[in-house]
């Protein structure tokens, strides 16, 4: 059983940044690929970003460039950094760890862009 917990959402200001952070239970080496799906109202989940425990990274459309993703395996955790956030980034963000086939979510973070 693999246990996600995601940290560090909330509101942010259009062009700021802000981090997230999610901590894997168990080896992050068992995982096929960790990553950041988002969801908002009305609208299909959707990849943000993607790596895998070699460093392969990919990125959904409207967030390359402003966002990136990475392992921190002191913390056995991916995190996920925005920057020059828009107001169309308002959504719940959710981690995804793919093991063994199966696929793992965690509960899902609230980020609210808005002035």
């Known amino acids: 059983q693999v246990q996600l917990k995601e940290s560090g959402g909330g509101l942010v200001q259009p062009g700021g940044s802000l981090s997230l952070s999610c901590a894997l239970s168990g080896s992050m080496q068992r995982a096929d690929a960790l990553g950041w799906f988002r969801q908002s109202p009305g609208k299909q989940r959707a990849l943000v970003a993607s790596i895998t425990p070699d460093g392969r990274t990919d990125y959904g459309g409207p967030v390359k460039g402003r966002f990136a993703i990475s392992i921190d395996n002191a913390k056995n955790a991916v995190t996920l950094q925005m920057n020059s956030l828009k107001p169309e980034d308002t959504a719940v963000y959710y981690c995804?760890?793919?093991?063994?086939?199966?696929?793992?979510w965690g509960q899902g973070t609230q980020i609210t862009v808005s002035s």
């Open positions: 995804h760890a793919a093991v063994n086939g199966y696929a793992y």
